[in-house]
Structures are given as structure tokens and as C-alpha cells.
């Protein structure tokens, strides 16, 4: 739920259209993420130029949140070069990318985050899984929940430049455009839906202590209950994450994020807003493990 050179983080969204705010940059499938910054009557003026390590930071972060950022406006990522071949085809020798392994799930818990993963592919496979559905949830619109969310996530050395950025990126502005009150708040009756949910990863590259993993997501984003002007809608996205060993676990470096593989949609008829608020409330999440 919930917005270079690598696209360290959010900058990366991606879309296939030149008449919209995500089309394709230079061919490379990225897109460019429009941060709520002033009068939303009024095109965005581009930020003052900021430290590429600040920048790519809040690029990557934000690209997590490119479905709330596209529902808020709207009326390939580049992976390793260097893919090492650890991700394994469907029918090739051993586990294909999303079958199970037999190995018991990750036990630790960072708050309400996994945590503790084990120092090998299956592990950092879990991590970022487990890291997109948090960078993804709507407990990012909160302040304080979001500042939680990227300590457990990402390797210390980013977090505080990311922190900043992001506070400012989540202005009343943004939030008005999602259909929330200026400090973040949900309007009275309404339910914010902010959600990923992971399909399968893919290691793209890997060493000792740093693994390349995508993560092919479904996603919910919207405004749910009675007067809903922005309804729940589903994406589809691709996170690819770098990860680094940091302190006995894996954490984010940075990441970056492509839109699809997308499937035909189905023929199942739209649920009530009522029926979706009860289902977000009323069904819980899940901890990923290969």
C-alpha cells in the first residue's frame, strides 16, 4: 500500500504509457514515482538535487508504494548483470523458485516483522518476501509505524536519510490525494487498504553476505466502505532487492521495482465495500518462508 542509477529505492516505478506520470524511462521498464509535493491542482515540481545516497533512498522506498501513489494520481527494474544462475527454472534439478523446501519458516520476530533469517538463499528469499509485504502495508502512511517498519527492514547505514525523506514525502497533500485526512488518519466509516502479497522470488545474484531477490507481488490499494470514492483496486509489481548481511540478519541496501507479470483478469464479479473493509480487517497476513 502506498512513492536511478540503480534506483537504490523508489524512483523505479514503471509503466508501459507515455501519456501517464509512469511511462518507460530510456527503455529500461523503470518508471519515475511522483512524491506529493504542493498544490495537487498543479504539476509537481521537480525536488532540489539531493545527495545521490539521500536520493536513491526515498526513490526506492517510495517505488514499494508506487500502487498508492498511482491510485492517489490516477484519473523492469534493472536486475544484476551479474545474475549468478542461483535462481532455479521450474523442472530443472532441486526446488523450483517457489516450492517448498521442507525447512521450517523463520521463528524471530522484529515486531510484528520476521526476522532472524538464515544465512543462505532460501533465507534471503524469505527476507524479501517478508520485507515487501512491510513496505507495502498501510501502516506506512503512519509516522511513527513507518519509522518501526524501516529500522527492521534496511541496513542502518540508509535508514536515517530514508526516514527524512520519506516524512516529507508523506505530506497532507499525499495523504488528501489517497483519500485520507491531512495527518494520515482514515475517514470516519472508511477503511484504508494498503496491502502485498507476494506470488514467488527469485534469487538473481548472490555471494557470501549480499543476495539480488525479486519478488513478483499482487497488491490491494484503496479506500473501502459505504462513500468510497476511491475503491480497493488490485496491481501487480516486481521488487527487486538488494540485500546485504547486516548484524546476523538480512537487510535492505536498496531496491527497485517493475510493473507486472500481470494476469488476465478474472471473471469474478466485484465485492461489496463493505464485504472488502470486513475481509481487510477481519483476515490476517501471513509470514513467507520458502
Known amino acids: 500500500m502506498s512513492p536511478g542509477d540503480e534506483h537504490d529505492y523508489r524512483g523505479m516505478d514503471q509503466g508501459g504509457r507515455t501519456d501517464d506520470p509512469y511511462s518507460t524511462l530510456g527503455g529500461t521498464r523503470q518508471t519515475r514515482t511522483r ?28 517505488v514499494l508504494l508506487i500502487a498508492a501513489i498511482a491510485f492517489a494520481n490516477r484519473g523492469g527494474g534493472n536486475s544484476d548483470d551479474e545474475a549468478t544462475g542461483n535462481g532455479k527454472k521450474p523442472g530443472a534439478a532441486g526446488p523450483a523458485p517457489t516450492e517448498a523446501t521442507g525447512t521450517k519458516p523463520v521463528q524471530g520476530k522484529n515486531g510484528t516483522i520476521a526476522s532472524g533469517f538464515a544465512h543462505d538463499e532460501q533465507g534471503a528469499q524469505s527476507a524479501a518476501a517478508n520485507y515487501a509485504v ?37 505530506s497532507p497533500d499525499f495523504y488528501k490525494n489517497v483519500g485520507l485526512n491531512e495527518d ?18 527469485k534469487v538473481i545474484a548472490r555471494s557470501a553476505d549480499t543476495a539480488t531477490v525479486e519478488v513478483w507481488c499482487t497488491g490491494l490499494v484503496g479506500m473501502a466502505g459505504q462513500g468510497s470514492t476511491k475503491p480497493v483496486a488490485e496491481t501487480w509489481f516486481t521488487i527487486s532487492e538488494k540485500l546485504k548481511w547486516v548484524e546476523g540478519d538480512w537487510k535492505i541496501e536498496s531496491s527497485t521495482q517493475a510493473e507486472g507479470p500481470t494476469p488476465v483478469s478474472g471473471d469474478n464479479r466485484a465485492s461489496t465495500a463493505d464485504d472488502i473493509a470486513g475481509a481487510v480487517e477481519g483476515y490476517g497476513g501471513f509470514t513467507y518462508a520458502r
Open 35 to 62: 512524491l506529493p509535493d504542493g498544490d495537487t491542482a498543479t504539476p509537481h515540481a521537480r525536488r532540489p538535487a539531493r545527495s545521490s545516497r539521500s536520493l536513491v533512498t526515498v526513490v526506492g522506498i517510495v
Open 134 to 170: 512491510a513496505l507495502g502495508s498501510a501502516e506506512m502512511f503512519d509516522a511513527e509505524a513507518r519509522q518501526g517498519i524501516l529500522q527492521a527492514t534496511h541496513d542502518p547505514s540508509v535508514v536515517g536519510s530514508l526516514q527524512t525523506d520519506l516524512d516529507r514525502a508523506y
Open 184 to 201: 494520515g488518519s482514515t475517514p470516519a466509516g472508511l477503511t484504508f487498504v494498503s496491502r502485498t502479497v507476494p506470488v514467488g522470488t
